[in-house]
């Protein structure tokens, strides 16, 4: 008789958390859940009161709660969560499309008693929150972030009112919100009508002549666009000056995180953005991380800050650059079912570190670097959006590596990559000529 097979059967899953809570959190009511044996009544539901938040902490200590999870509604979440995490508790915030792919849901049971059984058994993962004081800056920057966004709207909205009196200034000067151009709409609003003389205003740098400047400024002048004109212009001003008191926030929260006192090396030559911050952010950010993220092509101050208050300076919540990576959505998807794969996309992400990358890659189309010269080769083999990518993402580990061993970035040069490039090429004609039995031989001058 032959020997017979064991009995394969399902792996029993172990308790790995028994004080454990899940909360299923809404706009007015929090519904709690703890173990069976933890209180007589292991459901309850709290308010969103600031007395009601510390209750629901009240009761999660009385029952033995030590770890609790709960879903990423809205911005719901981030009262409760930091209650929470300032009583003691070790709060998992978890994403809902992992909570409902897990199987064995039951109708019967409450979001809350799910969130409780999946995060006793082990089966839920916290995603990322840097620190309470990077929220701080990484809340002030988003704030930073709208503001530009509303005085953008407000430049618009200062170019529909002059169109629509057919006044062309936009076809003569590049920028409305530059110098000539801001001198000139003060001017009209305050009354002055004459071509002639709004066009002494000229800039120098102007490329435009002041006959071509008064041509553009003839229109019909009604009083219903100049009052749009008005409420435009004010409402640019009121933003700028709303990013003023934002940006000294931003100084004062970026100076409280320093962390090193050394100066950075001197910076290299680049033309300013302009809207990057009034303070010195390079030196800032130099300070709190003890490296120049600035000396990679493509990562400007405004690009350097965006990525440091998204992530934060402390790299230990990823255990490699494939981890960060990931994080950011800027790996491949690896879609495989049956041992095929079915596609290699990676995932939709709005995450603004990741976009901020995409955007310095994109700028390294004209870079005389390494790296613009590795994008431009990206460029010819695939379409744009797939090179923005997977510049992106070599961009993301360049930035894991100068925060984890705080190694300053040296570029190479447009020449060095291009020969290490002959040098591999070269390489992988010679083992395909040997597979062939045959010689590869350099051709002589």
Known sequence: MGTSKPKIGRTKLEVMHPDSAGIDVGGSRHYVAVRSEAAEQPVRDFGCYTCDLHAMADWLQHCGVRIVALESTGVYWIPLYEVLERRGFEV????????????????????CQWLQQLLSYGLLKGAFRPHDQMCE??????????LLREQGRSVQHMHKALTLMNVQLTNAISDVAGVTGQKIVRAIVEGMRDPEELASYRDARIKASEQ??????????????????KVALATFDFCAQQLLQCEEQIDRAMQALQRFSNEPAKAKKRSKAKNAPKFDVRERLFKMCGVDLTRINGIDVSTAMTIVSEVGTDMSR?????????WLGLCPGTYISGGKSLGSATKHSTNRATQALKQAAAALRTSQSALGAYFRRLCGRMDKAKAVTAAAHKLA???YAMLTKGEEYTDQGQQYYEERYR????RLLQRRANKLGMLVVPATA
């Open 423 to 426: 040098e591999r090429a070269v």
């Open 397 to 399: 580990r360049l930035v």
């Open 137 to 146: 800056l990484r809340e002030l920057n988003r704030l930073r972030t709208r």
């Open 212 to 229: 071509e400047i008064a041509a553009s400024l003839q229109g019909n002048w009604r009083a219903e666009h100049i009052f749009a004109l």
């Open 318 to 326: 990823f255990p490699s650059d494939k981890h960060f990576a990931s």
């Open 92 to 111: 998992l915030l978890v994403n809902a499309r992992h909570v409902r792919g897990v199987s064995g849901r039951k109708s019967d049971v409450l979001d």
